[in-house]
């Protein structure tokens, strides 16, 4: 169990910035506000337009409010740390703090698994589309996405819980992630390491395999379509969910599976800043801008908030 003897954290965040940290904190807070503001509207759109009560867009708002978590539990203390330079939490702030970080990524990429197998089975077998992705199978995955990824963060939580705390007490982060805590800890942090490897092959490298096999299909099915419009229609049905994979994935392969030898800490912080702040705001946009049912939903819901006005 944690000792008392490092109770405060003091996190220097962005401290060699100087004179750009109030540019950093006004770039910081608008991407925040957008980052809500967006993710929100999908979340409305999508339950109040019957149009998209579908599986794929009842997992985006999942996606949504995954975001919403992440972003929410982060950025506040991060612009805290841009405008004073420096800023510290409590140590169980901080092991709080890990765990609802943790857990949006770990559900994040369990529900861009099930985007991917939903987009795999609109394309592959649409004609058996509607009879699997029935909404109870659709309730199940959701469930299963965010018990699995609340129980796998837990036990790491947990673990992390009995180890000793006792410094250094000065990081040079923005957040509480798990090299954070091993680097607070004073105790024999191996069994947290090796658990935090095993958490990362099973949300990272399992679901990002089943991805990848489900994607291999989709490509020899649309290759399979003889005109050049069918094939650009089938292949707009997952775009969205493509890039917003690729991005997310991305950072996290480079962030968690590629050997940190060699890597700095400036380098570590930007990735960290892609799938902490950038990926919960480009999200929305990716889904929105290029969907036309999105859009229209949009549309639908403004012309009646006029006629009522």
């Not at 892609?274 to 859009?295: A, E, G, H, Q, W």
């Amino acid at each position: 169990m944690y000792t008392r003897n490092s109770t405060t954290i003091l996190f220097l965040g962005f401290h060699n910035l100087d004179t750009f940290n109030l540019a950093l904190f006004t770039l910081l807070l608008i991407i925040y506000i957008v980052t809500i503001c967006g993710n929100l509207l999908i979340i409305v759109l999508v339950f109040c337009s019957k149009t998209l009560h579908s599986p794929m867009y009842i997992f985006l708002t999942q996606l949504s409010i995954s975001d919403i978590m992440l972003t929410t539990d982060i950025s506040p203390n991060m612009l805290n740390i841009v405008l004073h330079e420096q800023t510290s939490i409590s140590l169980s702030s901080c092991i709080t703090q890990f765990y609802f970080s943790s857990l949006s990524l770990v559900s994040e990429c369990f529900i861009l698994t099930v985007m991917s197998y939903d987009r795999y089975l609109a394309i592959c077998t649409p004609l058996h589309y509607a009879s699997i992705m029935n909404p109870s199978v659709c309730s199940k995955f959701i469930f299963v996405s965010w018990f699995w990824g609340c129980s796998l963060v837990l036990m790491l939580t947990l673990s992390i819980c009995q180890l000793e705390f006792c410094g250094p007490s000065t990081v040079d982060h923005f957040f509480c992630d798990l090299n954070v805590l091993v680097q607070l800890s004073c105790s024999d942090a191996s069994i947290v390491q090796a658990e935090g490897i095993l958490l990362s092959i099973h949300v990272i490298v399992l679901p990002f395999l089943v991805i990848v096999v489900s994607y291999t299909y989709i490509v020899m099915t649309i290759s399979k379509i003889f005109s050049f419009s069918g094939r650009l229609k089938s292949f707009s049905t997952c775009s969205s969910h493509l890039t917003v994979v690729s991005i997310f994935y991305g950072t996290l392969i480079a962030m968690y599976m590629c050997p940190k030898e060699g890597q700095s800490q400036i380098i570590t912080k930007i990735l960290v800043m892609l799938y902490t702040v950038f990926t919960p705001l480009l999200n929305p946009f990716i889904y929105s801008l290029r969907n036309k049912d999105i859009k229209e939903a949009l549309r639908n819901v403004l012309i009646r908030k006029k006629v009522t006005i």
